[in-house]
């Protein structure tokens, strides 16, 4: 039997791109330095990469959905000249009173993206910089890294513990892809 893929889902602001407090506009997008050679060391190791964000933005009015699409058009462009790309985005725009099952800390978003690549949930990862991230990847059953850039888990939000603590994107990359390797 043919063992099911693994994903790392990684959020989007904070983690892969600097957090803005509600991007609104792709004038304001801003990737980190690392995050492509991050993005291609886990393609290589042979992960699905799938970002999930919670964008409440939309729920409060402060932009459209229009607006986060061209934001993640322009992303992965950026992305690909860079060599590096994702398998999947998915997004709340659900604000933070919805209660809705895909706004993290939620797992509404991995469901969805276990279902669409039969992925193995336990061999898979989340890396967030917001104790709600950390939260959904314990809900999950998923092993989880909390990156320093962005919120750095200052939110306090949830006391859920992640696995690993890493200094950013790529950091928290390599640390999956040798836990893999030991795993193999």
């Known amino acids: 039997m043919k063992p099911r893929p693994k994903a790392v889902f990684i959020d989007r602001d904070g ?3 600097r ?3 509600h991007l609104d506009s792709i004038a304001g997008l801003e990737v980190y330095r690392s995050a492509p050679r991050a993005l291609k060391l886990l393609r290589e190791a042979g992960f699905k990469i799938v970002i999930v964000t ?3 933005g939309v729920a409060r009015g402060y932009f459209t959905l229009k607006t986060v699409r ?4 322009e992303l992965r462009r950026r992305l690909a000249r860079a ?3 994702w398998d999947a985005i998915y997004l709340s725009p659900h604000g933070p009173d919805s209660k809705h099952p895909w706004r993290k800390p939620g797992t509404g978003m991995l469901l969805a993206a276990k279902r669409r690549f039969g992925l193995d949930l336990k061999g898979s990862f989340v890396i967030g910089d917001k104790t709600s991230d950390i939260e959904c990847a314990r809900r999950a059953g998923c092993a989880s890294a ?5 919120y750095g888990g200052r939110d306090k939000a949830y006391k859920a513990k992640p696995t690993v603590v890493r200094r950013d994107l790529l950091s928290a990359a390599r640390w999956i892809v040798g836990k893999n ?3 193999c």
């Open 54 to 56: 919670n964008q409440s």
């Open 70 to 73: 061209a934001i993640h058009a």
């Open 181 to 183: 390797s030991s795993n």
């Open 146 to 150: 909390l990156v320093l850039t962005g």
């Open 15 to 17: 983690v892969l791109i």
């Open 19 to 21: 957090d803005a407090d």
């Open 83 to 85: 060599g590096a790309r």
